[in-house]
């Protein structure tokens, strides 16, 4: 009984997060600073919470050569599954990155 209740307080921890995220990002726009970067995304940091983005679709496999660690970028896109997938990245003097 005890392991249902801690998985159940586990899941709903996990669900009220993801919720907190989406709901933050939900117009499609976020804005932060480059944690890390690899080939096809990279990690934001938004001064609260730290989000996953899927910039294949904007830089290919090429990211890692556009986009460096403590960039202020600013991201449109949408939630999926988890990753933010970026339609546009822009840098803080409104420059297009990877385009």
């Known amino acids: 009984m005890k392991l249902n209740i801690v998985r159940f307080t586990f899941l709903t921890l ?22 890390r970067v690899w080939e096809d995304g990279f990690r934001l940091n938004n001064g609260t919470q730290t989000i996953k983005v899927d910039s294949y679709g904007v830089c290919g496999d090429n990211t890692a050569r556009q986009i460096n660690v403590g960039d202020q970028v600013n991201v449109t ?4 599954w988890g990753d933010f997938d970026a339609f546009s990245i822009t840098t803080a003097d409104g420059e297009n990155v990877c385009s």
């Open 14 to 35: 996990g669900v009220a997060i993801t919720g907190c995220t989406i709901a933050q990002a939900q117009d499609g726009n976020i804005s932060g600073r480059v944690e």
């Open 77 to 80: 896109g949408e939630f999926d």
